[in-house]
């Protein structure tokens, strides 16, 4: 499908932004909350401070819009620097900062993020993203390979940690290869091979890569190109001896199964959270309970979940035009019976469930 005339649809097809009082969607906002928590950004960001360091995943803040029209997608696109600086919480700890695919809702305001309120942070994701935030003032991309990221379809190929200390380990081994030492860092993060569902009619609206890096950043939201991989990730917060006290899994895009699934792990630690998109979820197969099926967390929170065109941040959230986030909920609790699910208002916080 052309993409001026897939946008085009977008802007017909899109309903009314509704609030969730009005659908009966129960929404949490705490503050302040006693570590462990983990903040929502909004869209697909989210933060986490683990003893002394921080992970940062995907943060979006500018949500520009049509004509500043609440509701509707824009076609051009340019960071808010001073919303991001408004909006974007202390992050100084940070050591990694996640990026599973380079639409501009997900990669777009990490540049600004990098520079002024991430400064300890490494980027990781993709070859695009790399391509992208290699306009200058270039921003470093840690790229993992095509042997370091987990097959969806053959769970028993080891993945690679890639550790807050900047250190790498095949999961299983004990010691770094390079240093015969064991990986420093009490974050982790594991790479894994997923997809992006489509925007509407189960077509992608925003496809392609990037080979080569941009000399200038994308204005056209069609140029800000997914990119030949999506990653998922499972994220473990380590204790002092280096074992996981807790593991999340994490789908910054609704996936047809078994995409984004995770592997055998060496240690067979359960997952603790699972973090799901609500966006476009319908337009996919089998989602999130294939996935909850074989994740089984005691937690499950639901982001990307609201209006991101034209939201205003000092207000309580609305949902995504023409998304049924309540449905995907219900289907999660058909899942797991008795499972937590918390769909949290942006820019608030969750407690981790206790320690297992």
């Known amino acids: 499908m052309n993409s001026r005339l897939s946008l085009l649809c977008v802007l017909v097809l899109v309903g009314c932004v509704q609030n969730p009082a009005d659908i009966k969607l129960d929404v949490t906002e705490h503050h302040n909350l006693p570590e462990p928590k983990i903040a929502f950004l909004g869209v697909g960001g989210w933060l986490l401070h683990w003893k002394g360091e921080g992970l940062l995943l995907a943060p979006s803040f500018s949500n520009p819009a049509f004509l500043g029209i609440k509701g509707i997608p824009p076609l051009r696109v340019r960071a808010n620097n001073r919303k991001i600086d408004i909006y974007m919480p202390p992050a100084n700890d940070v050591k990694m900062l996640l990026v599973g695919h380079a639409h501009y809702d997900h990669l777009m305001d990490v540049r600004r993020v990098m520079e002024v309120h991430t400064p300890n942070a490494k980027v990781v994701g993709s070859e695009t993203v790399a391509h992208i935030l290699a306009v200058e003032p270039r921003i470093p991309v840690i790229v993992p390979d095509r042997a370091e990221i987990t097959k969806y379809d053959d769970p028993t190929v080891k993945g690679t940690w890639f550790y807050s200390s900047g250190d790498r380990m095949t999961d299983g081994e004990r010691l770094a290869k390079k240093t015969g030492l064991p990986p420093k860092g009490l974050i982790r993060a594991m790479p894994l091979e997923s997809m992006h569902a489509g925007h509407i009619l189960g077509q992608n609206l925003l496809p392609g890569a990037y080979d080569d890096e941009l000399e200038k950043v994308p204005i056209y939201i069609r140029n800000w190109k997914l990119g030949h991989k999506t990653l998922a990730w499972v994220i473990d917060l380590l204790g002092e001896d280096g074992k996981p006290v807790y593991r999340i899994h994490y789908l ?59 939201n205003n941040l000092e207000e309580p959230a609305q949902t995504i035009p023409g998304q049924t986030p309540l449905k995907m909920i219900e289907r999660i609790k058909r899942t797991l019976p008795g499972i937590e699910v918390v769909v949290p208002e942006p820019l608030s916080e969750v407690a981790l469930p206790a320690a297992q």
């Open 252 to 310: 910054d895009s609704a996936a047809d199964p078994p995409f984004g699934f995770p592997p055998l792990i060496a240690d067979s630690k359960p997952y603790d959270v699972e973090i799901l998109s609500a966006g476009d979820w319908q337009q996919v197969s089998s989602y999130p309970d294939s996935l909850l099926r074989v994740t089984r967390p005691r937690l499950v929170l639901v982001g990307h979940w609201e209006n991101f065109f034209g």
